[in-house]
Structure formats: C-alpha cells, structure tokens
C-alpha cells in the first residue's frame, strides 16, 4: 500500500516561518510522529544562500535590501544563492527515505527535476537538464532550482528530506529580485518562467494542484489536501 501524504498549498509565508516549519515536522517525521507532507507555497521577496556560501553572489548592499524590502538567510541546503518571491512555486517535499531505498541525494534531485520535465512536457514545453547544473532548464534558461537536504535520522533508519524546489511560473519574475544576485553562481545564463515561455496566463495556485500528480508518478504516495491549520507541525 502506498504511504501517505498531506499535501497543502499556501498562498504567501515568510521564509523564517516556512523554514522553522520545515525542521519541526523534520524532527516529528525522525520521532515516527505525524505525516509526510508536502508544502506548497510562495515567499515574500527573499534571497537564501545555501551551503556552497558564495555572499559574492549576493550583488546589494544591507541598505539595499532593506530598501527593496527583501530578506536574507544563510541556510543549510545545498547549493548557492538564489531568490524566492511572489509568481513562483516553491515545494518542500518533507518525506521520509529509508536507507533501503535506492535513492541518494542525486537521485532524489533528479526525481524532483523529472517531476518538473515531466509537467512541462504536458504543457508543450520542452525542458530538460544541463550538463555540471542542477534544476531544469529550456534551452539557455533556467526555469525551475532545486536545492535539497537529506536530514539523518537518529531514532529510525535512514534520512528525511527538506527544502525543495523553486519554479518560476508568472511573467516578468527574472526582473525582479533575480537582478540582485548571480543566481545559483552560473553567470553565463540567465532564467525564465512558465507564463513567459508559453504566453499563457498561470495563477501559482494553479499550478500547485496541477503538478502534484506528476510528484506521484515518481513517489506513490496517497495523497491528501489538507488545510494551512492542518498542516501546522507540533511545536
């Protein structure tokens, strides 16, 4: 039988809440308490840099910031510096790998691409991967990051997963809070969204609840919708 999973779509949380959130059901999921879930969600304007710490990336000063109201963190996934913000899909997927799945950290990445391959490919898109780089991308561009965290368990066996992925879908987003770093260190290309590859007018809402059936292709899960109160771990 297939495990299950609260999946819940939240339509604005701050980056600190979203990550406290994330360790806490991380710690409940390594007890054997509550369920797996998936988070669903946007940031307000928030820069995160992750484990490889370029802070050179980083292209404004601390009054800049401010300024243009955006946050910062130094956080523990893996990766560089990148941005979340308003008009893009950012998923945790906080799920429990046993050490008898043959599924490593790069495995676990390219699932999340796939999944993201995969629901493009429905939308006539034709993405894929590029050589030496993470996340999916059309052509040159860069459409969706992923940066990930396999957390070890000490009461069960084997690692629970957090942080996740981040998809660009509404029109116009490389201009905003992109201009202020070098997104994930890479230089020589730039990023783009779904709405600006196809044309076509996507609310993130709405493609939350479509692209969760191509995160079950890839982990069966039972999945269930559940409320933002619901879904608020033990703290």
């Known amino acids: 039988m297939s495990k299950p999973l609260d999946v819940v ?29 998936m ?15 370029h802070p050179e990336h980083l292209l404004l000063s601390e009054d800049e910031l401010r300024e243009q109201g955006i946050s910062l963190f130094q956080i523990d996934r893996g990766g560089d510096i990148t941005y979340h913000g308003p008009g893009q899909l950012v998923g945790y997927p906080l ?19 796939q999944m993201i391959i995969d629901y493009l490919a429905d939308q006539g898109i034709e993405a894929g991967r590029k050589d030496s780089y993470t996340g999916v991308w059309i052509g040159d561009l860069k459409i969706a990051a992923i940066g990930v965290k396999f957390n070890r368990c000490k009461h069960r ?28 260190g890479i230089e020589q290309y730039g990023v783009t969204s779904l709405e600006d590859i196809t044309a076509k007018t996507y609310t993130v ?19 269930t919708w559940i409320t933002e109160k619901e879904a608020l771990p033990r703290l």
């Open 9 to 37: 779509y939240i339509p604005m949380l701050d980056y600190e809440e979203a990550w406290n959130r994330q360790k806490a059901i991380v710690q409940q999921l390594d007890e054997g308490e509550g369920a797996e879930q």
């Open 39 to 53: 988070l669903l969600l946007q940031h307000p304007p928030t820069y995160t840099i992750g484990s490889q710490n």
């Open 95 to 113: 799920i429990v790998l046993g050490r008898d799945e043959a599924l490593d950290l790069h495995g676990y990445l390219r699932c999340l691409e």
């Open 157 to 184: 066996r084997g690692f629970v997963t957090s942080h996740g992925f981040a998809f660009n879908i509404t029109s116009g987003i490389q201009h905003a809070g992109f201009q202020g770093i070098v997104p994930c």
């Open 205 to 223: 809402e709405q493609v939350a609840h479509d692209i969760v059936p191509y995160f079950n292709r890839i982990f069966p899960y039972e999945i």
